[in-house]
């Protein structure tokens, strides 16, 4: 390739990479190891860590594999490493308390579910797949030694879940340090150009460039995606918190839960989730925006790019088929068998595309208090269009109107926008 041509080809490797992106350390970083791996035809090591801590993998997981798909199309290599040995310490990221470590059967039960879900997305003939006991456990402790004495316990305390946690008297015990070491030690033992991860990965990401540089290695780029939000749209999306969204979920469920995101998050659930170019996403955003396109419109489209790309075409048509057929039972239902109760809704929520389900109940006079309207969710006894609301933060769309809900075993509303 003439110069010209290399610097056309760069950028347009940016471009692709840019997208949904939350963080690059640092992009100028990034465009030189392009660079070079076009000169020299040799392509970037682009490496993803993974704890199989659980076997199932949802939509958040998906994001960051989309990612390294898309650094694979260009002709990288991907680098997946299982945290077979990390895994006995189990990362702190985020964490107010001591994860417990895992069995040698845990961990290879749940690193062959985990490439199940992860050759959906990812082509298995271009990725390379490493344990990090193949370095890790060769070791001496003298080795262990000397990796420790490159940083300082105040470098550690930086991270922001060990500081909170020390400064709350909340115990840390001594071999968590060790998390950050092994994870940047795996950066040096594979050669890393690029490492990524979510955002909640930047201290670790940052650590393993330092010490790269000190072994003489050219540092990584820390490529850092969002935490995508879970269906109640307030928290990152998480099984032990019920607002996932599984890779291995049937089409009909995964087309359900889709549909079932706050009208807010779609945007982004397009951006992260969706190969939609920008023009046609900007003007979905922009339609919402002036009216010219109903946000379950727009909905319904992404539920089907999301279950298409995970189930197929046919698959993805018939889950919407279903969805339809349900949702229109349902309003006929509605209407039909349950004598609703005309409310209006409260002026200090007018204008809002949406607002939260405690707020709303409470505003209304549904509920005596804000926790009696908790007290209820979390005992199945909030509905919203025949749907059981399971999370306390969860937030109703104010776009439909009325807005059918169930308070308790008797108390039936119809919200009029």
Excluded at 126 to 135: A, D
Excluded at 137 to 151: C, H, K, Q, Y
Excluded at 156 to 163: G, T
Excluded at 239 to 256: F, H, P, T
Aim: one cysteine or more; proline letters at 4%; a negative charge.
């Amino acid at each position: 390739m003439e110069k010209a041509e290399l610097e056309q080809e760069v950028q347009r490797q940016l471009t692709v990479l840019r997208r949904g992106t939350a963080e690059i350390v640092s992009e100028e970083g990034l465009a030189a190891k392009i660079m070079s791996s076009l000169v020299s035809g040799k392509p970037m090591r682009v490496k993803l860590g993974a704890d199989p801590s659980a076997p199932d993998l949802h939509l958040g997981h998906a994001v960051v594999l989309d990612k390294l798909r898309q650094f694979q199309d260009l002709g990288h290599q991907i680098v997946f490493i299982i945290g077979d040995y990390t895994a006995r310490i189990g990362d702190p990221s985020g964490r107010s308390k001591t994860r417990p470590p895992l069995t040698g059967e845990q961990i290879d039960a749940n690193a062959r579910s985990y490439f199940e879900q992860v050759y959906s997305i990812l082509d298995q003939q271009k990725t390379e797949v490493r344990y990090n006991g193949e370095w890790l456990s060769r070791l001496t402790f003298e080795e262990i030694i000397r990796l420790a004495s490159r940083f300082t316990i105040q470098q550690i305390l930086e991270r922001d879940d060990f500081s909170k946690r020390y400064h709350g008297q909340v115990p840390i015990f001594f071999h968590e340090f060790f998390y950050p070491l092994m994870q940047a030690y795996d950066s040096v033992a594979v050669q890393a150009d690029v490492e990524l991860g979510g955002t909640d990965q930047k201290f670790n990401f940052l650590l393993a460039r330092e010490l790269q540089e000190q072994v003489g290695q050219v540092a990584q780029v820390a490529f850092m995606m969002p935490i995508l939000p879970g269906l109640d749209g307030i928290h990152k999306m998480s099984k032990s918190l019920d607002n996932y969204i599984g890779i291995a979920e049937n089409a009909v469920d995964m087309y359900g839960k889709c549909m079932s995101i706050p009208d807010g998050l779609m945007e982004q659930y397009f951006t992260l989730l969706t190969s939609m170019p920008e023009p046609e996403l900007q003007c979905i955003v922009a339609g919402i925006t002036d009216g010219s396109v109903h946000p379950m419109t727009a909905k319904k489209r992404l539920a089907f790019l999301v279950t298409e790309r995970f189930h197929g075409t046919e698959s993805a048509a018939a889950a919407q088929a279903n969805f339809e057929n349900i949702f229109s039972k349902r309003a006929s239902t509605v209407s039909a068998d349950i004598a609703y109760e005309d409310v209006t809704l409260p002026a200090e929520f007018a204008g809002l595309p949406e607002v939260a389900v405690i707020d709303l109940l409470f505003s209304l006079g549904a509920v005596p208090s804000k926790s009696e309207a908790r007290r209820l969710i979390q005992q199945g006894g909030i509905e919203i269009e025949g749907r059981r609301v399971a999370d306390i933060g969860f937030r109703v769309s104010l776009v439909h109107s009325p807005i059918h809900m169930r308070v308790g075993k008797k108390r039936f509303l119809a919200v009029n926008l």
